[in-house]
């Protein structure tokens, strides 16, 4: 078993839609929940940061963590052709200091938006 | 302020080569990483460098090795070139200390081929 599981889709909306993305992971010590958007032939950029358990909004996306799960969620309102990317989800158990993540990302999870 | 850069952007190999990866850092950010993205994967974590030390190590082998230099920029060396070496190895920059959410601001990536 992978220690993160992501659906790789590919998923197809028409604009205007809500969108949910999700992960499940296996290891318990994970703490640190992060989701990235990765245009084509881009870097991954972060989109979302959650520490532990909880909810945090930003804009359209609202990002979900069930630690009693193992289960993260990113959700995106009002979908817009410019949200067509790869969203990858990724986390990391240990934080030794600012800028220490080693992060264990997912498969990432390829979506298009319709106009 | 100028965001990571990667060289070279692409490169093709055969098998047994050497190659060297080259990464300059966000102005200002003291801490390194790199990833190796194989086609369809999520990005995983080959090591980590801060004040030109490693600083954590994901499971690759030692023919995997790097360097930080003063300027915080690095290098990613892979000897004894295998096929499944072919990946986009993305390197991202953070800042280890103070405050910040030690995001990583992430590279467009080096794509190698093996043949």
């Known amino acids: 078993q992978k220690e993160v599981e992501q659906d790789p889709g590919p998923l197809s909306v028409p604009e205007g839609a809500i969108v949910s993305l999700n992960c499940t992971y296996s290891?318990?010590?994970?703490?640190?929940f992060m989701w990235y958007r990765q245009y084509s032939r881009k870097g991954p950029e972060l989109l979302m940061y959650t520490y532990s358990s909880g909810n945090k909004e930003d804009g359209r996306f609202t990002a979900q963590v069930d630690k009693s799960s193992k289960y993260i969620s990113l959700f995106i309102r009002d979908s817009q052709p410019s949200d067509s990317a790869t969203y990858l989800c990724?986390?990391?158990?240990?934080?030794?200091?600012?800028?220490?993540?080693?992060?264990?990302f997912g498969k990432g999870t390829k979506l298009s938006v319709i106009p | 302020e100028t965001g990571v850069t990667q060289s070279p952007t692409h490169l093709i190999k055969t098998r047994g080569q050497q190659v060297t990866l080259r990464c300059s850092s966000q102005s200002g950010h003291n801490t390194v990483s790199w990833y190796q993205q194989a086609l369809g994967q999520g990005p995983q974590f080959i090591f980590q460098y801060y004040r030109e030390e490693e600083n954590g190590r994901g499971n690759f082998p030692p023919r995997f090795s790097g360097l930080q230099f003063p300027n915080y920029s690095s290098e990613l060396n892979v000897n004894a070139l295998e096929l499944d070496d072919s990946a986009l190895y993305l390197c991202a920059s953070s800042l280890r200390g103070g405050s910040n959410t030690g995001e990583l601001f992430f590279g467009e990536g080096s794509r190698l081929t093996v043949l």
């Open positions: 990724a986390m990391s158990s240990s934080y030794s200091g600012a800028g220490s993540y080693q992060l264990t």
């Open positions: 290891n318990s010590a994970f703490q640190y």
